[in-house]
């Protein structure tokens, strides 16, 4: 399935570029922001792409290898501030940051993310960083997993599904995403088109990948690294994410050193959904750096 990029006319729309800009796509996926982002500023501008995801890596390096002001760097967005110091980029006038999970990842089996696909419970976007969804799963203390499943899953059957897995795993380890998924089926109804295992696995690949974590530090340098009059666009798929977001933007309002381009955040059309049905639940939300 070739990878849509959400909102993807809004997002050029409210960040506004220029000829000679010089730009940050935080999340490359496949290269669709970028390629249309490069397409504004021209030559003369230059772009930072980054990707934790080494497949995101590899198709970008190829599909931009003929572009010499193109910068791709193997890397989380919270490591912008280093990167863009080690490429002696002081300022920018533009940063991305679509938040979450790609079409790449979720259709790829063995990468462990889909709840509907048979593949080995991973779920990291950089393959070797950190324990996978199957040492947590197997391994962490219950309260710990609860937790994870409550806070971070937003599942409100967290406890009955953290006793059971508890349960299971005292007999048998969770290797497979079918195992784990069918697992929970068992005893969470499912609620109008949400899978019962949606959340759990929300709440697992946030933990594998300490995403709310790297979004606050990456808001966070990715704002510091604007010039004066530059725009951050972020793209948030789940509450977690766009309470994040929204909190950061209205501080950095109150402080006097944002402005909020749109104080409610853009949702996809009609038409877009349709298209891409993964588009659903995105929010965008845009600032710039007075």
């Keep these: 399935m070739q990878h849509k990029p959400v909102?993807?006319?809004?997002?050029l729309r409210y960040l506004e570029l220029q000829p000679g800009m010089v730009v940050v796509d935080g999340t490359l996926g496949g290269g669709g922001h970028a390629e249309a982002m490069l397409e504004i500023i021209g030559p003369e501008g230059t772009l930072v792409g980054f990707d934790r995801d080494e497949e995101a890596i590899k198709r970008c390096q190829d599909r931009f290898k003929d572009r010499k002001n193109v910068h791709v760097v193997h890397a989380n967005f919270r490591s912008m501030d280093?990167?863009?110091?080690?490429?002696?980029?002081?300022?920018?006038n533009a940063v991305l940051l679509d938040i979450g999970i790609s079409s790449f990842q979720i259709d790829e089996a063995e990468r462990g993310f889909s709840f509907q696909k048979e593949g080995p419970l991973d779920m990291r976007m950089n393959k070797r960083e950190g324990p996978t969804a199957a040492d947590l799963v197997n391994t962490l203390p219950s309260k710990e997993?609860?937790?994870?499943l409550f806070e971070w899953g937003e599942e409100r059957s967290a406890r009955k599904i953290t006793r059971v897995i508890c349960d299971r795993r005292s007999k048998k380890r969770f290797e497979t995403t079918l195992d784990l998924a069918q697992t929970i089926e068992k005893i969470v109804p499912r609620h109008g088109r949400l899978h019962p295992a949606t959340r759990t696995f929300q709440g697992l690949?946030?933990?594998v990948n300490d995403e709310l974590g790297?979004?606050?530090d990456g808001l966070r340098f990715g704002f510091e690294s604007l010039a004066s009059g530059g725009k951050m666009?972020?793209?948030?798929?789940?509450?977690?994410?766009?309470?994040?977001?929204k909190n950061y933007?209205?501080?950095?309002?109150?402080?006097?050193d944002g402005l909020l381009i749109n104080k409610k955040p853009i949702t996809p059309t009609v038409d877009e959904v349709r298209l891409n049905s993964r588009s659903r639940s995105a929010k965008l939300r845009v600032i710039e750096k007075r």
Excluded at 145 to 148: A, E, G, N, Q
């Design 7 to 11: 909102l993807f006319e809004e997002t």
């Design 205 to 207: 690949r946030i933990a």
């Design 233 to 245: 666009a972020v793209i948030s798929f789940h509450s977690l994410e766009e309470r994040i977001v």
């Design 82 to 92: 280093q990167a863009l110091r080690d490429l002696n980029i002081s300022q920018v």
């Design 214 to 216: 790297a979004l606050e």
């Design 249 to 256: 933007f209205r501080d950095k309002m109150r402080s006097g």
């Design 145 to 148: 997993l609860d937790r994870i």
